[in-house]
């Protein structure tokens, strides 16, 4: 048995003889030939999908929250274009369904509203590695890298698959064909999310796209039913199609919306580190909203109203602040705008009330700086792990000096300095905000809800867990007059007591 195991590891590892193109031809053969494929103008994906929550969903190891979508999905197999019109689509805050259609090029995307909605708030930005290495491309694309290599074989769900490795710009990519077959099963490429609050902050993130249920379709071509995506190691998309079509696209179905009706690119065409600040982020505000920006709203105390908010507090020996969301760049501009409000004084601390992604996504700067992260006990482990993340493909402060986070875990009941403007950290430990923490200002009898409640002109997101705040506050005998949150500009607490009344919850 154990002479079995050494001569298949030393199978495994011995030099490869077949060269990785021959492997990569031997795949398109596979999938039904180069003539055929040639023979394929365009091709029509007809199914469904679930997209996963994994930033913010309850537990940090899932489960997770899921949207669901049916989708009708035209490729462009001579070009690099791709429209998608999503139907059916309900998220996770949805109770109804709309309709949205999407076109890609490697140039753009735009993504604008159907038959039903009022389409999305922002676009999505372009994302050429999913162009490129879609399966009608894949093998294309590795045909035609420069640095095409073959890598020892691997044994992965019991079989035994060649890989072959090249890059796309700076990400490394490997494709893993069944030896038997030669059908590519998955990919795996090493890359960085520029403009995805969600991954940005996780630096270099490791993608694996599976291939199953290969398909034969005509003229004679396969093409795998379902897809599978994952992001270090967490499901990310699952998607099944029922029908593959060869057939000529309508007309019109990879044009772009003339530029006087598509919609604004705003926060999601830019890179994250790139957000202006006071913008940014699917929250309650339009983006042009007068609330938007660096307001006042007590001495000493100064909230960055926008997407998703920040506030800083002076205190006598320096400014605390309240959340670090977006990316490293968005917080290099927060302590920017704290040095220009309270001059002299220093950063001396940060608050990060949720582990939600994109509510930490700006915390590495502040490891960068040394400045100490006040974060819940339970949720030292997100944070941890976001220092420790390597930002090789697009280096940050921390990556060109790395150092360890100074954490401050909150446990209990506790105040962070002196003053007027002290504050008290209370962990909200109640069923939804198991993994949150209140901010307490009690000589400006102001509390910070984290995400707990979220009160638009259009009403209240999340009434229970907006309870569970009142809730909390009353436990810990607060007197509050004023309330901020992550989505939530300065509002009396009597007009939450009033909304909470009209629904039927007090």
């Not at 996963?52 to 949207?67: K, T």
């Not at 590795?142 to 640095?147: E, R, T, W």
Request: charged share 20%.
């Amino acid at each position: 048995m154990v002479l079995h195991a050494l001569i298949l590891a030393f199978a495994l590892a011995r030099p490869a003889a077949e060269p990785a193109d021959s492997i990569v031809r031997r795949g398109i053969a596979a999938i039904g030939g180069e003539d055929r494929w040639r023979a394929v103008k365009t091709l029509e994906l007809i199914g469904r999908g679930v997209t996963y929550h994994i930033g913010d969903s309850e537990w940090f190891d899932g489960p997770y929250f899921i949207d669901q979508r049916a989708v009708d999905d035209w490729r462009d197999v001579v070009g690099t274009r791709r429209a998608v019109r999503t139907r059916s689509y309900q998220g996770i805050a949805d109770t109804g369904s709309s309709v949205t259609r999407t076109i890609w090029t490697l140039a753009t995307v735009v993504q604008a509203a159907g038959d039903s909605g009022d389409g999305p708030r922002f676009a999505l930005a372009p994302d050429t590695l999913a162009l490129l290495l879609a399966p009608e491309h894949l093998l294309y694309t590795a045909l035609g890298a420069p640095d095409l290599r073959r890598e020892n074989d691997t044994v992965f769900r019991f079989v035994r698959h060649h890989v072959v490795t090249f890059h796309v710009g700076r990400s490394p990519v490997r494709i893993f064909f069944e030896a038997e077959n030669g059908f590519p099963r998955m990919v795996e490429v090493r890359r960085a999310f520029r403009q995805n609050v969600f991954w940005t902050a996780w630096g270099d993130v490791t993608q694996r796209i599976r291939y199953s249920d290969w398909s034969i379709e005509r003229p004679g071509i396969w093409y795998p039913r379902q897809i599978d995506t994952e992001l270090n190691g967490r499901p990310s998309e699952s998607v099944s199609y029922g029908a593959v079509r060869v057939i000529a696209a309508p007309d019109g179905t990879f044009d772009l919306p003339p530029s006087d009706k598509a919609p604004s690119c705003g926060f999601g065409c830019i890179a994250a580190d790139s957000v202006p600040l006071g913008t940014g982020g699917p929250g309650g505000l339009s983006m042009t909203s007068p609330l938007r920006g660096s307001h006042e709203i007590a001495p000493g105390i100064v909230q960055i109203v926008a997407g998703w908010n920040s506030t800083l507090v002076r205190q006598p020996d320096g400014v605390v602040v309240i959340e670090a969301p977006i990316s490293a760049g968005y917080s290099r501009q927060v302590i920017a705008e704290a040095a220009r409000q309270f001059p002299g004084l220093p950063v001396k601390g940060v608050i990060t009330t949720t582990d939600f992604w994109w509510h930490v996504a700006g915390l590495r700067e502040y490891v960068a700086r040394g400045i100490p992260i006040y974060v819940l006990d339970r949720n030292v482990r997100v944070v941890t792990e976001r220092a420790r993340a390597p930002h090789t493909l697009l280096p940050d402060s921390l990556e060109r000096a790395p150092r360890s986070p100074i954490i401050r875990p909150v446990s209990a009941r506790m105040t962070l300095g002196t003053g007027d403007n002290c504050i008290e950290l209370i962990p909200f430990h109640t069923e939804g905000l198991d993994r949150m923490v209140m901010v307490y200002l009690p000589n400006r009898h102001l509390v910070y809800t984290a995400e707990g409640i979220q009160l638009y002109p259009s009403g209240l997101a999340f009434p229970e867990t907006a309870i569970e705040v009142v809730e909390a506050v009353k436990r810990e005998g607060l007197t509050p007059e004023r309330f901020i949150g992550m989505h939530v500009a300065v509002t009396p607490w009597t007009r939450l007591m009033s909304v909470l009344d009209s629904l039927g919850h007090q």
